[in-house]
């Protein structure tokens, strides 16, 4: 029995201290508590107690300036970081239909540049020779629309060329002591594309 009593003090005291507590703080902070009810109306006489007690000015409540919130930078905050920032990296997305008709104007276009290309060229081996230009450089140009031209084609660019010496009959005879005009070089074009 002294048992049961004994854990009875021991509540009661804990809720008597917590009860002790509260009214503690409920003195200390009078602006906290809740309105009380108005006093009845009365006919002019007011006892002193229920005169009106001279307006005070409010006290003032400081309050801690908070701080700006930080980011949480975890690794959730972070993937929506790095979504957000894809999203202005990345071109939109296109419907099918979208993506379809782009693929039709492709492929359109490419179809008109492959039957804007001219007929397939062949290549053909023969010799012909390259012409002079004024500046003393071959021209071989000539020589390949020449070449095609040997073949039944219409013009040509040349491919390979070669280069032979030429000299007088003379420079041959024994006892001939050659001369800076007796020999000089021609170019022939050996291969060309012809069209």
């Given at each position: 029995?002294?048992?049961?009593?004994?854990?009875?003090?021991?509540?009661?005291?804990?809720?008597?201290?917590?009860?002790?507590?509260?009214?503690?703080?409920?003195?200390?902070?009078?602006?906290?508590?809740?309105?009380?009810?108005?006093?009845?109306?009365?006919?002019?006489?007011?006892?002193?107690?229920?005169?009106?007690?001279?307006?005070?000015?409010?006290?003032?409540?400081?309050?801690?300036?908070?701080?700006?919130?930080?980011?949480?930078?975890?690794?959730?905050?972070?993937?929506?970081?790095?979504?957000?920032?894809?999203?202005?990296?990345?071109?939109?997305?296109?419907?099918?239909?979208?993506?379809?008709?782009?693929?039709?104007?492709?492929?359109?276009?490419?179809?008109?540049?492959?039957?804007?290309?001219?007929?397939?060229?062949?290549?053909?081996?023969?010799?012909?020779?390259?012409?002079?230009?004024?500046?003393?450089?071959?021209?071989?140009?000539?020589?390949?629309?020449?070449?095609?031209?040997?073949?039944?084609?219409?013009?040509?660019?040349?491919?390979?060329?070669?280069?032979?010496?030429?000299?007088?009959?003379?420079v041959y005879l024994p006892g001939?002591?050659?001369?800076?005009?007796?020999?000089?070089?021609?170019?022939?074009?050996?291969?060309?594309?012809?069209?």
């Amino acid at each position: 029995m002294s048992d049961r009593s004994g854990r009875l003090f021991t509540l009661f005291g804990t809720q008597l201290a917590t009860a002790g507590l509260v009214a503690s703080m409920l003195a200390t902070a009078p602006e906290a508590s809740w309105p009380q009810a108005a006093p009845p109306p009365s006919l002019g006489l007011q006892s002193p107690a229920q005169q009106p007690l001279p307006p005070q000015p409010a006290p003032q409540q400081i309050e801690p300036p908070q701080a700006p919130r930080d980011e949480n930078p975890g690794l959730i905050n972070e993937i929506g970081k790095l979504f957000e920032k894809s999203k202005s990296l990345l071109p939109p997305l296109k419907s099918p239909s979208e993506t379809i008709d782009d693929f039709n104007a492709r492929t359109k276009d490419a179809g008109q540049s492959l039957s804007n290309m001219a007929k397939p060229s062949i290549m053909v081996s023969g010799r012909a020779a390259c012409l002079v230009s004024s500046n003393g450089a071959p021209d071989c140009k000539a020589g390949a629309d020449r070449l095609c031209q040997s073949k039944g084609y219409k013009e040509g660019k040349s491919l390979d060329t070669d280069a032979a010496e030429k000299c007088s009959p003379k420079v041959y005879l024994p006892g001939y002591k050659r001369q800076p005009g007796d020999c000089k070089n021609e170019n022939y074009v050996t291969r060309a594309l012809c069209q």
